[in-house]
C-alpha cells in the first residue's frame, strides 16, 4: 500500500497525464486535489487519444475510483462535455466521484478573467480564460457556490439570486459588459446539477475509507510548481497550489498520509502565458523543440514556450515538494539535436545565483549559466530499457538525477504508454529521506 503525489515540476504539461495514466495500473484510487478545467491533461491509449481536464487519468482503468477532490474548481458544462465524450467511447463514468466541498465555475466567472486580462493590457497573466481565478477568488472571499450548493435546489436559486445580482454590478460598471439573467443561468444550473447528482459524495471521507482500506491512492497535480500560487512566479501562476502540500488540503488528508512524491519533468522546459522564463529560445531552436514536441496547449491549442532545461527551478522544485523520484518525460524530443544545453544557476546583476528567486522582477533579470552537453542524434522512441538508450542520452539522464539529486526513475520516450522506461518502480522504490546525500541516482 502507498499513497502517492504525482506533481508537475515545471510550469505544467510535463506529461503529468501521462504517468497519472500509467501508474493508475497499481492504484485502486485517483484524486485531482486542485484547479480546473485550466489544465489539459494527454493520455494516448492503443493510439487513442484523450485529453481530460477535470476528470483524473485513472478513469481509463474500469475498476479504479477516481474522485474531483475539494480542492479543485469546477466548471459543470465542460465536466458534462468530457463525461459525455467518454461514455461515447465506451468507457464507464460510473466510478468517477465528485466532492461536494469543490467550488463551481459560474458564467461571469469566466466573463470577469476574460474582461480583467483584457483590462491588464500588457499587464495580464495569459489566462486559460477558463474562469479559475474568479471562482477561487470567490472561494477566498466567501461568495463561493460549492457543488452540495449546486445540487439543493432552492439553495441555489436563493444564492444565485443575490450572487449575480452582485456580479452584474460588476459586469455592468466595472467591464461595460451586458449583465446575466438570472433566471437563464439558474434553470442552465438545476440541469446540470441533475446530471452530475449521482455523481456527488463526501469525498474526504470516501478517500479516508480507501485508506483505512489500505488501498493504493494516486493524488494527481494539474499545472505545475512553477505556477503554483504561493510558490511559483507569482503573478505569473494560476489560483491554485499543485505542490504536494496542496494534495493534502486539496483531497482533505493529513500530510502523515503521503507516502511518496513524484515529481514530473520534461527534458527540456516549456511554458504557456506571460512570464519570466529564463532558459526560452526564441529562434529556430525554440520552433524545434515546438514543433518534434508537438507543443500547443490542450486546452486553449496556444502555442508553448520552449527552452532548454533549467536545473535551478529543477531543485527548487524537489525542494518544495519533497520529490522522492522523478519521471523524465519527451526525452526523445531531443532526439535530433547536435547539443543540448542544461541551466545549472542564474547570473543576477552580475553575481551567481544558484536559487530561484522570489521576485519574479528578479527572475526576469535572471541569465542562464549552461552547461552544453552533447547530443545522441538518433532515436529513442522505440527504446524500452536503460541499456538501449545512446550513451549521450543515458549521460544526459544521469546528468539531471545528479544535479537535482534525486533518482530518476521513469523516462518517457513518446506520448503512448509503452513508450517508456521503468527504471525503478516509482511507486515503491527508496525514499528521498531514506537516502543518504551522497546516494546513488537510480539511473547510475
Ligand atoms: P500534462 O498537462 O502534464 O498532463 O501534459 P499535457 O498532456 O498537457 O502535455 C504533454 C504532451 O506531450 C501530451 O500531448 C502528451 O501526449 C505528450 N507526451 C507525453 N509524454 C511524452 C513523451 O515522452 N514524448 C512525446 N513526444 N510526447 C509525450
Ligand atoms: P496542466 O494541468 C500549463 C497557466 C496559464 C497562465 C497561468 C494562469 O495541463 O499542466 P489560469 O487560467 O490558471 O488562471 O492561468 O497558468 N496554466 C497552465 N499552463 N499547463 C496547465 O495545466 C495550466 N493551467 C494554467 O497559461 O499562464
Ligand atoms: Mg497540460
Redesign the pocket.
Known amino acids: 500500500m502507498a499513497n502517492v503525489v504525482v506533481i508537475?515540476a515545471q510550469w505544467?504539461?510535463?506529461?503529468?497525464?501521462?504517468v497519472t495514466d500509467l501508474l493508475s495500473r497499481s492504484a485502486d484510487v485517483v484524486v485531482r486535489y486542485q484547479g480546473g478545467v485550466n489544465?489539459?491533461?494527454?493520455v494516448?491509449v492503443k493510439g487513442q487519444t484523450f485529453k481530460l481536464h477535470l476528470i483524473p487519468s485513472g478513469i481509463l482503468y474500469p475498476d479504479t475510483k477516481c474522485i474531483i477532490g475539494s480542492g479543485t474548481v469546477i466548471d459543470p458544462a465542460v465536466l458534462i462535455e468530457e463525461l459525455d465524450q467518454i461514455e461515447a467511447l465506451g468507457i464507464s463514468t460510473k466510478n468517477l466521484l465528485i466532492s461536494e466541498t469543490a467550488h463551481v465555475t459560474m458564467p461571469y466567472h469566466r466573463l470577469i478573467d476574460k474582461a480583467s486580462e483584457e483590462r491588464r493590457g500588457n499587464q495580464k497573466i495569459g489566462t486559460t480564460g477558463r474562469g479559475i481565478g474568479p471562482t477561487y477568488a470567490d472561494k477566498s472571499e466567501r461568495t463561493g457556490i460549492r457543488v452540495l450548493d449546486l445540487i439543493e435546489k432552492e439553495a441555489l436559486q436563493q444564492q444565485l439570486n443575490w450572487t449575480i445580482n452582485y456580479k452584474n454590478v460588476i459586469l455592468e460598471k466595472l467591464y461595460n459588459l451586458p449583465p446575466l439573467d438570472p433566471t437563464v443561468v439558474i434553470e442552465q444550473y438545476q440541469a446540470y446539477a441533475e446530471r452530475l447528482r449521482p455523481h456527488v459524495v463526501d469525498s474526504s471521507l470516501k478517500i479516508y475509507e480507501a485508506i483505512e482500506e489500505k488501498r493504493n491512492i494516486l493524488f494527481e497535480g494539474a499545472q505545475g510548481t512553477l505556477l503554483d500560487l504561493d510558490h511559483g512566479t507569482y503573478p505569473y501562476v494560476t489560483s491554485s497550489n499543485p505542490v504536494a502540500g496542496g494534495a493534502c488540503v486539496g483531497a482533505g488528508v493529513g500530510p502523515t498520509m503521503i507516502d511518496r512524491v513524484i515529481g514530473?519533468a520534461k527534458a527540456y522546459t516549456t511554458r504557456v502565458g506571460e512570464g519570466p522564463f529564463p532558459t526560452e529560445l526564441e529562434g529556430t531552436l525554440g520552433e524545434l523543440l515546438c514543433a518534434r514536441?508537438?507543443e500547443f496547449g490542450?486546452t486553449t491549442g496556444r502555442r508553448r514556450r520552449c527552452g532548454w532545461f533549467d536545473s535551478v527551478i529543477g531543485r527548487y522544485a524537489v525542494r518544495i515538494n519533497g520529490i522522492d523520484c522523478l519521471a523524465i518525460?519527451?526525452?526523445?524530443?531531443l532526439d535530433t539535436l547536435e547539443e543540448i544545453k542544461v541551466c545549472l544557476a542564474y547570473e543576477i546583476d552580475g553575481e551567481r545565483c544558484d536559487h530561484f528567486p522570489s521576485s519574479s522582477r528578479k527572475f526576469s533579470r535572471c541569465l542562464p549559466i549552461y552547461k552544453t552537453l552533447p547530443g545522441w542524434q538518433q532515436s529513442t522512441s522505440e527504446c524500452r530499457t536503460l541499456e538501449d538508450l545512446p550513451s549521450q542520452a543515458l549521460d544526459y539522464l544521469k546528468f539531471l538525477a545528479e544535479l537535482m539529486a534525486v533518482p530518476i526513475a521513469l523516462v518517457?520516450?513518446?506520448?503512448s504508454r509503452e513508450?517508456t522506461i521503468i527504471v525503478e518502480d516509482p511507486i515503491h522504490g527508496p525514499k528521498r529521506a531514506l537516502l543518504d546525500s551522497n546516494h546513488v541516482p537510480l539511473i547510475s
Open positions: 508537475g505544467g504539461d510535463e506529461g503529468k497525464g501521462k489544465a489539459g491533461h494527454t494516448v514530473v514536441g508537438a490542450t518525460t519527451k526525452l526523445d524530443v518517457s520516450l513518446g506520448a513508450q
